[in-house]
């Protein structure tokens, strides 16, 4: 069981950066990757950004401009985004993929944080 909080979300303007972050509790030792979502209103979620091993992928839209990273003594990662456009909108969730005690992986899901890009 993996709990994920998050925070970090907020009204940023065009060009302006934010850091937001997704701690997680619980069985943090049988995480094998997180990563970072967005949804808005009538669209899927997509994945903008993930870790695993150290290695990292972005969606091409957020390329260049958001960083995944994460601090392991604090059970933390973190996805900071810079030059932030308006259609970078959305509400953002943080998602762990475990594997405890079992070959079958457990997807978890943070509560979401909205990031609004506006003048």
């Known amino acids: 069981q993996v709990r994920l909080m998050e925070s970090g979300g907020g009204l940023v303007q065009p060009g302006g950066s934010l850091r937001l972050s997704c701690v997680a509790s619980?069985?943090?030792?049988?995480?094998?990757?997180m990563a970072w979502y967005r949804q808005t209103p009538g669209n899927e979620r997509e994945m903008v950004a993930a870790?695993?091993?150290?290695?990292?992928k972005y969606a091409d839209s957020v390329k260049g401009r958001f960083t995944f990273s994460s601090d392991n003594a604090k059970n933390t990662v973190y996805l900071q985004m810079i030059n932030l456009k308006p259609e970078d909108t959305a509400v953002y969730y943080c998602?762990?993929?475990?594997?405890?005690?079992?070959?079958?992986?457990?997807?978890?899901w943070g509560q979401g944080t909205q990031v609004t890009v506006s003048s």
């Open positions: 998602n762990a993929q475990s594997q405890g005690g079992t070959d079958a992986v457990v997807q978890y």
């Open positions: 619980g069985s943090v030792d049988d995480i094998t990757a």
């Open positions: 870790g695993r091993g150290g290695n990292e």
